[in-house]
């Protein structure tokens, strides 16, 4: 589908059944849109329609610059439209959590209900108060010389509980070249661009403006104060709760059928609500 600026944008849609609430599933930082296969079939086999988006510059979307967040919820509010329609339960992982709120406060028309998978409390300037700190800390590893069956090799050996979707959905985050290595589908200097924009994001500002039921899915692990984060965010939310997960950052991906059931449960207290 084609945004409103040109920009074309891949989508996975599954389908569901009547009545049910649609979900948009929104990739972190450097991802894409097959992390959420194993939660997308969850999601159908419950009734409920998905469409998982590749952002804009990741997976198999255009190569683009624009990751502000408006211009980031212009894109979803394209996708929504071209696809499931609205309103959605808006669910996003790690940075995408912060996009999917920042797409509640700027589209409640859109939004019925968020769900952050380890993300949408993020706030990079709060654990890295100086720029150049978070610029170094965070830059992404180079994959640089490796071939697809090493790079395989290294996921496997580090994700080794993940099932095979899960796996997978980590090598589509990088494509082969010519000389038979891989890089990154998101270059070095639109991953550091996207970084900048989060350490500028306020989530505690934007949760005020949120007033559709929020679910935070948080992971153990991670950066350090991460409890304290999560409470001052749900905080300041509206109609905002938590569940803790033992798992890895990318919990959708892991634990597939755990964060579907976590969503189908949501959907229904969403829809019981009459949001």
């Known amino acids: 589908m084609r ?31 097959r992390l959420w296969d194993g939660v997308g079939d969850g999601l159908a086999a419950a009734g409920h329609p998905s469409v998982a988006v590749d952002q804009r510059g990741h997976g198999e979307s255009d190569k683009v610059d624009g990751f502000d967040f408006a211009t980031l919820c212009g894109d979803l509010a394209a996708v929504i439209a071209a696809t499931v329609g609205g309103p959605v339960i808006a669910a996003g992982q790690s940075w995408g959590g912060n996009v999917v ?20 409390f993020i706030k990079v300037a709060e654990a890295f108060p100086e720029w150049e700190t978070a610029q170094r800390t965070l830059a ?15 996921i496997r050996d580090g994700l080794a509980d993940f099932p095979e979707t899960g796996i997978a959905a980590q090598l589509a985050n990088f494509e082969d070249l010519p000389d038979g290595t891989v890089r990154a ?8 661009t996207i970084l900048r924009f989060l350490w500028e994001h306020d989530p505690d500002a934007l949760a ?28 300041r939310l509206t109609r905002g709760s938590a569940v803790w997960m033992d798992a890895h950052h990318d919990v959708h ?8 059931q976590l969503l189908v449960e ?10």
Do not use: W, Y
């Open 208 to 235: 005020d403006r949120v007033t559709q039921p929020v679910l935070v899915i948080a992971t153990e692990g991670g950066m350090p104060g991460k409890d304290g984060r999560v409470a001052t965010f749900t905080g």
């Open 101 to 120: 709120l920042e797409l509640a406060a700027r589209r409640p028309d859109l939004v019925a209900g968020v769900v952050c998978v380890d993300g949408g």
């Open 253 to 260: 991906a892991q634990h597939p059928e755990a964060v579907a």
């Open 140 to 154: 992404p590893p180079s994959v640089a010389g490796m071939t697809r069956d090493q790079l395989a090799s290294v």
């Open 185 to 192: 589908r998101l270059s070095r200097d639109r991953h550091m």
């Open 266 to 275: 949501f959907a229904g207290s969403v829809a019981g609500a009459g949001t």
């Open 3 to 33: 945004t409103e600026d040109g920009v074309t944008l891949r989508a996975l849609a599954r389908p569901g059944r009547a009545g049910c609430l649609p979900f948009l599933l929104v990739h972190g930082l450097a991802s894409n849109a």
